[in-house]
């Protein structure tokens, strides 16, 4: 086959260059869902970073005066746990260096591992 527009060699009516491309639906809804908890996520981190020393838990490491969300671990993953989400007692600030570390292993912490042993007995009480 040829391409209709350049009349290039082609495997359909037209070339990889010139084939129409798929349009990736995006709903306006889910856009906006996702806007509301990520601000709801944010002033969240906002009144913590307001009640808390600007220091990590883990290493006593000083954060500076902006919080950034990397300063904000989840202890129990919001994913698995619609209770932690918005819980206060399970974030915890630390370094952007700590926050790297316990994505590639989140046991490296003592004080973590005590606090997400308290968590877990605290959300099966709620549940």
Same mark, same amino acid.
């Given at each position: 086959?040829?391409?209709?527009?350049?009349?290039?060699? *082609?495997?359909?009516?037209?070339?990889?260059?010139?084939?129409?491309? /798929?349009?990736?639906?995006?709903?306006?809804?889910?856009?906006?869902?996702?806007?509301?908890?990520?601000? *709801?996520?944010?002033?969240?981190?906002?009144?913590?970073?307001?009640?808390?020393?600007?220091?990590?838990?883990?290493?006593?490491?000083?954060?500076?005066?902006?919080?950034?969300?990397?300063?904000?671990?989840?202890?129990?993953?919001?994913?698995?746990?619609?209770?932690?989400?918005?819980?206060?007692?399970?974030?915890?600030?630390?370094?952007?260096?700590?926050?790297?570390?316990?994505?590639?292993?989140?046991? /490296?912490? /003592?004080?973590?591992?005590?606090?997400?042993?308290?968590? /877990?007995?605290?959300?099966?009480?709620?549940?």
């Amino acid at each position: 086959m040829i391409c209709q527009i350049c009349g290039k060699k *082609a495997e359909s009516n037209f070339c990889f260059r010139h084939k129409p491309k /798929k349009v990736i639906q995006t709903k306006q809804k889910d856009i906006a869902h996702d806007n509301a908890n990520s601000n *709801a996520m944010w002033n969240f981190f906002l009144l913590i970073w307001g009640k808390r020393s600007h220091k990590s838990e883990i290493s006593g490491t000083y954060l500076g005066k902006e919080p950034l969300s990397i300063f904000f671990h989840h202890i129990i993953e919001k994913e698995h746990c619609d209770q932690g989400k918005f819980d206060p007692e399970n974030i915890i600030l630390v370094t952007w260096d700590e926050h790297t570390n316990l994505h590639s292993n989140k046991y /490296k912490y /003592k004080e973590i591992n005590k606090r997400r042993e308290y968590l /877990k007995s605290k959300y099966e009480r709620v549940q």
